[in-house]
């Protein structure tokens, strides 16, 4: 894995072979990147990494300067690698949390800019996730949910549902508040 852009633009980062994550490919995440660049100025927006697993997409939000990070994942190891890696690049704006990421939705109480959520492909809940970021008014206004997703998974008819690109074999369903 590495990062593509910013301050660290191609650091290679080797991340433990036994941590239960697919991290988004480089050709996806330099397109998200594209995406999001258009609708805002990355310095000064707030992120949200749900289903974060390596720390992929937050290493890139921080490396291009975004000030706050959240990154959350339910396994120890993801979690304990991402500190460890913020640590080692100086990313002090980058806290990753434990939690399933339902359970911290239903807790969270801050919004955010931009929230990315990278659940795996066969997760059951990718419309019912976008429903309780919108329900709970997760977003600044004018900010975006991104999901990536399989071939397979359908968010069309999503009220907030804005449009859906494919990168390869990667799906970002993209939502507006």
């Not at 993801?78 to 690049?89: P, S």
């Amino acid at each position: 894995m590495r990062i593509i852009s910013g301050k660290y633009r191609g650091k290679q980062l080797l991340a433990p072979r036994n941590l239960p994550s697919r991290p988004t490919t480089d050709f996806a995440k330099e397109a998200l990147f594209n995406i999001l660049q258009n609708y805002f100025r990355l310095e000064e927006i707030t992120a949200l990494d749900l289903f974060a697993g390596t720390g992929n997409i937050s290493y890139e939000f921080a490396s291009r300067g975004v000030p706050t990070i959240v990154a959350v994942d339910n396994a120890a190891a993801c979690v304990r690698y991402i500190n460890q890696t913020a640590e080692q690049l100086g990313f002090t704006g980058l806290q990753a949390i434990r939690s399933d990421c339902q359970q911290f939705l239903n807790r969270a109480y801050q919004k955010w800019d931009v929230i990315f959520a990278d659940p795996p492909y066969d997760y059951p809940g990718h419309a019912e996730l976008a429903d309780a970021i919108f329900a709970k008014s997760l977003l600044n206004e004018g900010g975006l949910l991104v999901i990536e997703h399989g071939r397979d998974t359908k968010l069309e008819e999503h009220p907030e549902f804005v449009e859906s690109r494919k990168y390869g074999n990667v799906y970002f369903s993209i939502f507006e508040a």
